[in-house]
């Protein structure tokens, strides 16, 4: 609540602020505010298009639970497919109260047409029987989910890697990446622990921002400055896109491959 005020604060006396956690669109409304992480609405419409343009998937299901956060980003990755040609098969609620539903519902397609599910749910409960009626039903499309789904208790990897599910990861930081610059061992050479990922997160936006302030100063809008420039890879994160927007516009998508997590979608620092 309080981070309105400084917003209008800092945009009336010209300060930049980099708002490195939060993924509220809202938040970024004026000049002198960016956020390091994707909006909601940024992650639904860049998923709803890598499933069109990279999993060759026209054709979805999309499902989303109560939360207003979750349902937005369904209502966005429709938005995504819709906008690159797609074409949205089942927008539905799903939750404790018709899940035992879930079969007839995904009956009412021929699963031959079906490209993807979107699962815009964090209940693990959702997540098992989506697969089980998946598996049930033979259908081999790739399931699209939340980053929640990382975060259950008993989560099955294996399955995850059958099933093809892709997880939108915001804050996904690639540990091989990670190990191999040499801020990872500066930073346990002096704190004797290894960073986590937001220790590298911040590492990359003090080089990012660090070096508009050098270009440009203290008093220009950064933000102005990032939509203009092309998409740029980060040290260690996966890269700052800030075209046309105040938030992140590149939304890394993760997948098990032989039980490791592996980012698999790429950013095109050139176009």
Same mark, same amino acid.
């Given at each position: ?25 809202? #938040? ?65 609620? #799903? ?41 049930? #039903?033979?259908? =081999? ?9 990382? =975060?259950?208790? =008993? ?117």
């Amino acid at each position: 609540k309080q981070f309105a005020k400084v917003a209008e604060y800092a945009a009336k006396n010209k300060i930049n602020i980099v708002n490195p956690i939060s993924n509220r669109a809202t #938040l970024a409304k004026n000049d002198f505010v960016m956020m390091y992480e994707p909006s909601y609405e940024t992650q639904g419409q860049r998923s709803g298009e890598f499933a069109v343009k990279e999993l060759s998937s026209k054709k979805a299901l999309v499902f989303y639970d109560r939360s207003r956060r979750n349902k937005t980003i369904a209502e966005n990755h429709k938005k995504g497919i819709e906008a690159n040609g797609g074409q949205v098969l089942t927008y539905q609620q #799903l939750g404790t109260s018709n899940i035992s539903q879930l079969k007839d519902i995904i009956q009412k397609n021929d699963p031959s047409q079906i490209g993807h599910i979107f699962v815009g749910s964090s209940s693990q409960l959702v997540a098992t029987k989506m697969m089980s009626v998946m598996s049930e #039903l033979g259908i =081999k499309a790739p399931v699209i989910a939340l980053d929640s789904w990382l =975060k259950f208790q =008993k989560m099955d990897t294996l399955k995850y890697e059958r099933q093809q599910v892709h997880i939108i990861d915001p804050e996904f930081v690639s540990k091989t990446e990670m190990k191999n610059n040499n801020f990872y061992q500066s930073y346990k050479d002096v704190s004797k622990v290894a960073p986590n990922e937001y220790a590298c997160v911040g590492y990359d936006l003090i080089h990012y921002y660090g070096a508009l302030l050098k270009q440009h100063g203290v008093r220009t809008s950064f933000k102005k400055i990032a939509q203009n420039k092309p998409a740029q890879k980060g040290r260690i994160v996966n890269g700052f896109d800030f075209r046309g927007a105040g938030d992140n516009q590149f939304v890394p998508i993760v997948k098990f491959k032989k039980g490791v997590l592996r980012q698999v979608n790429s950013l095109k620092a050139n176009e």
